[in-house]
């Protein structure tokens, strides 16, 4: 079983709102990551979880707040967001990351994504 | 740094000819390889990768990809386009810390 969940499918908020995205995968990986993409481009990296904690950041604004409260789960915080920052939002995981060594083999495994629209 | 091109950001094809979508990367050290589908709405799919051994690779759905070294090149093929295989199509490479990156991406459209 390959499957990544993510919830809701679909979000809209406004600018002022407070919500949060979930993405669970039962796999046993151990890294999960946070992709934004925009229409017709490919996904950009936000965030990288190892272990449970952040290895990655990719100088994303503080209006986006990530966690990783178990080895399964990984949610993204969302407040006082843009209209520019609607996109669908993918949530990734992947193997055992090795902390001290290059890994390149570890296949990346994507959720449906989450579409949001900032009003 | 690596970097991904994909040649045609769409290509068109009738049901039933052959699929080539191209795929071309530049990197320091020996890269690995993969291919996503993306359906409307939806998240990627792996398709297939490339990692060691034979560089002829076969993924679902009746795609293969071949890594030439030479040619840096990691083009993706199937033999017989059918009307599902409509969508977006993405090449990526892993170098170190297993991040990847992307190209920009093909549009497929399958015309009956």
């Known amino acids: 079983d390959t499957e990544v969940t993510q919830t809701p499918k679909h979000l809209v908020m406004g600018m002022t709102n407070k919500k949060s995205l979930k993405c669970e995968q039962h796999?046993?990986?151990?890294?999960m990551y946070w992709y934004k993409q925009k229409a017709k481009k490919p996904p950009e990296l936000m965030f990288v979880y190892s272990y449970e904690k952040l290895s990655i950041n990719e100088s994303v604004p503080s209006r986006f707040s990530p966690e990783c409260p178990n080895s399964s789960l990984l949610n993204l915080h969302l407040h006082a967001l843009q209209p520019e920052d609607s996109a669908l939002y993918l949530c990734?995981?992947?193997?055992?990351?090795?902390?001290?060594?290059?890994?390149?083999?570890?296949?990346?495994?994507f959720g449906p994504g989450t579409r949001l629209l900032v009003l | 740094a690596q970097s991904v091109t994909q040649l045609g950001s769409h290509v068109s094809v009738s049901e039933g000819a052959l699929v080539l979508l191209r795929c071309n990367y530049s990197?320091?050290?020996?890269?690995?390889l993969f291919w996503y589908v993306q359906y409307p709405n939806q998240g990627l799919q792996l398709l297939l990768k490339y990692t060691t051994g034979a560089t002829l690779v076969k993924g679902i759905n009746g795609f293969e990809a071949e890594f030439k070294k030479s040619e840096t090149s990691f083009h993706l093929t199937k033999p017989s386009a059918h009307m599902s295989d409509a969508a977006e199509y993405f090449c990526?490479?892993?170098?170190?810390?297993?991040?990847?990156?992307f190209g920009g991406g093909t549009r497929l459209m399958v015309k009956p």
């Open positions: 796999m046993g990986h151990r890294a």
């Open positions: 990197s320091s050290v020996p890269p690995y």
């Open positions: 990526a490479v892993s170098e170190a810390g297993n991040m990847l990156t």
């Open positions: 990734a995981s992947s193997q055992d990351p090795d902390r001290g060594q290059v890994i390149k083999k570890q296949t990346q495994y």
